[in-house]
C-alpha cells in the first residue's frame, strides 16, 4: 500500500498520463520482464542477447545489464519497447533538442553534390615543387652572387698565375691543345667542346620528343578518352541524383522543423487527436530530418492511426519503438555537431534512462509560455538534454566539423528505484 502524499506527488509528476509506474523499479516501464516485453510489444531479442536476456529475465536488470556492456544502442531499442508511450515522444523530443544544440555550437557545413568524385589536384608544397614549377631567380640568390665572386676571384688568380710562367711555356701549351684537339677531330668528326655543346643539344630534342610522344602515343589518347568517359558517367550521376533529391531551400527545412517540434511538444503536453494529427502532417512534410522523424514518433505514440474520424485503428505496439531506433540512429549519424556516433548514443539512452526514472518529464515546462525548442538559449535544459550525463570522448565526430569544447559531465546516476 501506499500513502496519500505519494499518490499526490505521483498525480503531479504525471497527472496527465495516470500510468500505472507505482509497480515498476523504474517508474515508467510498461513490462516487468524481458518475455513480456516481447509477448505484447512484440520486441524481438537480438540474436548476440539472447543469453543475455536469459540470465537477467527482469527488464529492469537487463537494462542494466545491456549498459554495463556498452550496448547502449540495444539498451535504447529494449527501452523504446517497455517504456509508455508518452514518455517515448518526449524521449524523442529530448533527443532531436540535444542534437540542435549541438548544431548550433559546430553547424554542420554541407558539401555540394557536383563535387562528389571530382579528382582534386595534391597542393605541393612550395619546398617539394619542381623547378619549373616554381622558378627561380638564379641572380638574386644569395649563393649563386657568392659562387659568381670567387669564380671572378679563379679567374683573376689564374691570369696572375699564368703571368709568373716562364716565356713561351703558355704558348706552347695552347699550340698544343690546338694539334690535340685537332687530330681528336679528325677521328671523332668534332672536337671535345664541340662535342659536348652537341651532346647537349642532343639531350634537349630527346626530352621534347619524348615529351611529344607522350602525348599522342595511342596509350594516353586512351587515356584521355576514359577520363572523358568517366566525367561525363559523373555528370550524368550528379544530375539524377539532385533530381531524386527533396529540392528544399535551408529556410524551408529550417521552417518545416519547427513546425514538427511544435506539433510534438503540443502532442505531448496535450494528446488530442487534433494535435495527433498534426504530428502527423508535419512529419510527412519532412520526414528526412530528425525532427520529421520525431513527429512520427509521437504520432505513433498516440495509439490511433485515424485521428478525426469515429473508427479507431489501433497503432501496432511496435511502430513506435521501431520508429525511436530509427530517430535515434539518425541523430547519432546526422553530421556537425560537437559529438561522435558512440558519444550520442550513450547520451541518448542516458536522457532515455532519465525519463523512465521519472526524473526528466515535460511537467516542468509546460507552466512557460514558451516550449524548450524555441527558446534562444538552451543551457538551461542542460539536465534534460543529457548534457550532465557522463559522456566519453571516444571519437571525434564525422568529417571537418572538427571538437569544440565540450561541457564537463558529472557523475552518472545509479540504477535505482525511483522514490517520489
Given amino acids: 500500500m501506499f500513502s496519500v502524499a505519494d499518490n499526490l506527488f505521483a498525480g503531479y509528476l504525471i497527472m496527465p498520463d495516470k500510468l500505472d509506474w507505482l509497480n515498476k523499479h523504474f517508474v515508467l516501464l510498461k513490462h516487468k520482464t524481458v518475455q513480456e516485453t516481447a509477448d505484447t510489444s512484440h520486441y524481438k531479442i537480438p540474436f548476440e542477447q539472447r543469453e543475455l536476456a536469459q540470465n537477467n529475465p527482469q527488464a529492469e536488470d537487463y537494462i542494466r545489464a545491456l549498459a554495463q556492456k556498452g550496448c547502449y544502442p540495444e539498451a535504447s531499442e529494449f527501452l523504446a519497447y517497455n517504456i509508455h508511450q508518452r514518455a517515448l515522444a518526449w524521449w524523442a523530443y529530448c533527443c532531436v533538442l540535444s542534437l540542435q544544440k549541438e548544431l ?47 669564380l671572378g676571384n679563379i679567374k683573376v688568380s689564374t691570369e696572375k698565375l699564368i703571368e709568373r710562367l716562364p716565356p713561351g711555356l703558355w704558348e706552347e701549351h695552347l699550340a698544343l691543345r690546338k694539334r690535340l684537339y685537332g687530330e681528336f677531330k679528325k677521328v671523332v668528326g668534332m672536337d671535345p667542346d664541340e662535342l659536348m655543346t652537341y651532346a647537349l643539344d642532343q639531350v634537349k630534342k630527346v626530352n621534347a620528343q619524348k615529351e611529344a610522344c607522350e602525348n599522342s602515343a595511342p596509350v594516353y589518347k586512351m587515356r584521355e578518352e576514359l577520363e572523358a568517359k568517366i566525367e561525363k558517367i559523373r555528370q550524368g550521376t550528379i544530375s539524377r541524383i539532385k533530381e531524386a533529391l527533396p529540392k528544399k531551400s535551408p529556410a524551408e527545412l529550417q521552417e518545416q522543423a519547427e513546425n514538427a517540434m511544435d506539433a510534438v511538444y503540443a502532442c505531448i503536453t496535450a494528446p488530442t487527436e487534433k494535435n495527433a494529427a498534426d504530428c502527423l502532417n508535419a512529419g510527412n512534410a519532412c520526414p528526412e530530418i530528425p525532427e520529421g522523424l520525431a513527429a512520427l514518433v509521437s504520432f505513433w505514440c498516440y495509439g490511433n492511426l485515424t485521428p478525426n474520424v469515429d473508427r479507431v485503428i489501433k497503432t501496432p505496439p511496435e511502430l513506435a519503438p521501431n520508429g525511436m531506433k530509427g530517430l535515434l540512429l539518425k541523430c547519432a549519424l546526422t553530421p556537425g555537431g560537437t559529438r561522435g556516433f558512440r558519444e550520442r548514443t550513450r547520451l541518448y539512452f542516458e536522457i532515455g534512462k532519465e525519463v523512465v526514472f521519472g526524473h526528466n518529464n515535460w511537467t516542468e515546462f509546460m507552466k512557460n509560455e514558451d516550449p524548450p525548442h524555441r527558446r534562444l538559449n538552451l543551457d538551461e535544459f542542460d539536465g534534460y538534454l543529457g548534457d550532465k550525463a557522463p559522456v566519453k570522448a571516444e571519437e571525434a565526430p564525422a568529417g571537418e566539423e572538427a571538437s569544440a569544447q565540450k561541457p564537463p559531465v558529472s557523475e552518472p546516476k545509479k540504477f535505482e528505484r525511483f522514490k517520489g
Avoid: C, F, N, T
Fill in 104 to 150: 548550433l555550437q559546430v553547424p554542420h557545413k554541407p558539401r555540394d553534390i557536383s563535387e562528389i568524385g571530382v579528382r582534386k589536384k595534391p597542393e605541393i608544397p612550395d619546398w617539394a615543387k619542381m623547378p619549373q614549377d616554381q622558378p627561380v631567380d638564379y641572380k638574386s640568390d644569395p649563393e649563386y652572387i657568392r659562387l659568381q665572386s670567387e
